[in-house]
């Protein structure tokens, strides 16, 4: 028997002064995606932002519904419509943030395991990796450099007949 250890490793910017232009103005367009979200039952609103290769940015927010499987991530919600859009573009980064009306968050939001699991698929599709942008609504900002580092023992492809 071993053990195996599995890190990752995350930038930690403890003031947002201190976080990358380009990287705030993606979390500002999570943000506003997150105003956007459909979310009448958990009231817990999410946003993401894609930033494609290309320069583009799609934007995503959950959708709700009273049949709760039925409902969608607002991670999925972008990385779908931004491979619909632009099919042949990979993505190069991702910002996820939420709004939580009760309580300010004040830790970043971490994405559910379907939506790491959907992001990684991108992420091997184009074989590049997607940086992982979570925000809350204060605090510090974590920046993954890859999606393999929020899911690091990943079912693939290669598991497949």
Excluded: W
């Excluded at 790491?116 to 609504?137: D, H, M, T």
Aim: with cysteine; charged share 20%; proline share 7%.
């Amino acid at each position: 028997m071993k053990t195996v250890e599995l890190t990752s490793k995350i930038i930690v910017y403890e003031d947002r002064s201190e976080v990358p232009v380009e990287l705030m103005t993606l979390i500002a367009q999570a943000e506003e995606a997150a105003r956007r979200a459909y979310a009448p039952y958990s009231r817990f609103q999410v946003g993401a932002a894609v930033l494609m290769n290309n320069g583009k940015v799609v934007t995503g927010c959950n959708q709700e519904n009273a049949v709760f499987p039925a409902g969608l991530c607002a991670e999925r919600t972008a990385a779908f419509a931004a491979s619909a859009q632009y099919p042949e573009v990979p993505f190069s980064k991702i910002a996820i943030t939420a709004i939580n009306p009760v309580e300010v968050l004040k830790q970043p939001v971490s994405p559910c395991g379907s939506c790491r699991q959907v992001l990684f698929e991108y992420e091997s599709k184009f074989n590049q990796p997607i940086e992982v942008i979570l925000a809350g609504q204060e605090g510090p900002v974590y920046h993954f450099r890859c999606v393999s580092d929020l899911l690091p023992y990943t079912f693939h492809a290669g598991f497949l007949p």
